[in-house]
């Protein structure tokens, strides 16, 4: 509509204007993905603790499988709003979905102490954990209290030990000797696996977190994005299953 100061959207432009917005960015990404003619790149936002402990090992595997898919890993700690931003894919950690409207739940975050094999030497029973060294992420000490409570003990009576500022520190620290560290599964259990960490005692407590998988409105529509979202949770499943059955 033209008016004294220049065009103007009407009412009825205004009221679908949204929707229509909507509507481009979704034909957008259909269209991005069909147009390519060799390779497709998938962005992927994700902690990177994650990445370097458990993804790096696998990502070959999708990368075999779909090798029109470049993939393009992001390590960061943020949590980006996927709406505005490339990034087609985010892996994130929280309580709830309230991580984006898209995000569906991958993985339930269970937590166990783990310790070099000279200090799983001295420790038979919970109560041993309690005259050892606690190592901490920045001074929390997350876990500790929902791990011990389930065999009657109390947090209160840990004792100092090594403070980092990075869980994957926590675990080489662990793995050194300097005292126990409460680590979640895709942080330790490949090092479990491999030898290079011990678990004392097969409990693992469940702390009310899981890992997410978030997309955008416009990349959920992507075929690369889907071919992902189901490579990816075929591989954790698989590594749920060897984790649980793997003795301690």
């Known amino acids: 509509m ?4 220049g065009l103007k959207p009407t009412e009825t432009c205004t009221a679908i204007l949204p929707r229509l917005s909507r509507a481009i ?12 003619t060799e390779t497709t790149t998938l962005t992927v936002s994700v902690a ?12 070959r595997g999708f990368k075999e499988e779909n090798p029109g898919i470049k993939v393009r890993i992001e390590p960061r700690v943020d949590v980006i709003d996927l709406d505005h931003s490339d990034v087609d894919v985010g892996i994130r950690v929280g309580t ?20 070099s094999s000279e200090l799983a030497q001295q420790i038979k029973t919970p109560a041993d954990l309690l005259a050892l060294p606690i190592i901490r992420e920045n001074e929390r000490l997350y876990g500790w209290d929902i791990w011990l409570a389930q065999h009657g003990l109390n947090a209160a009576g840990i004792q100092q030990g090594p403070v980092y500022g990075d869980a994957s520190l926590c675990l080489d620290a662990a793995m050194t000797g300097q005292g126990v560290f409460m680590a979640w599964e895709t942080l330790a259990c490949d090092a479990l696996e491999r030898g290079q960490i011990c678990a004392p005692f097969a409990q693992r407590s469940e702390t009310g977190a899981a890992i997410w998988f978030a997309v955008s409105r416009y990349s959920t529509q992507k075929p690369s994005v889907r071919k992902f979202r189901a490579w990816l949770q075929g591989e954790l499943d698989s590594s749920i299953q060897e984790w649980r059955n793997t003795p301690s």
């Open 96 to 115: 709830d979905a309230a991580l984006g409207e898209q995000a569906t739940k991958l993985l339930d975050q269970r937590v166990f102490p783990v310790c």
């Open 25 to 36: 960015g979704d034909l957008n990404a259909v269209v991005s993905d069909l147009s390519a």
């Open 2 to 5: 033209r008016t004294s100061t």
């Open 48 to 59: 990177p603790i994650f990445a370097s402990r458990w993804l790096i090992w696998r990502i």
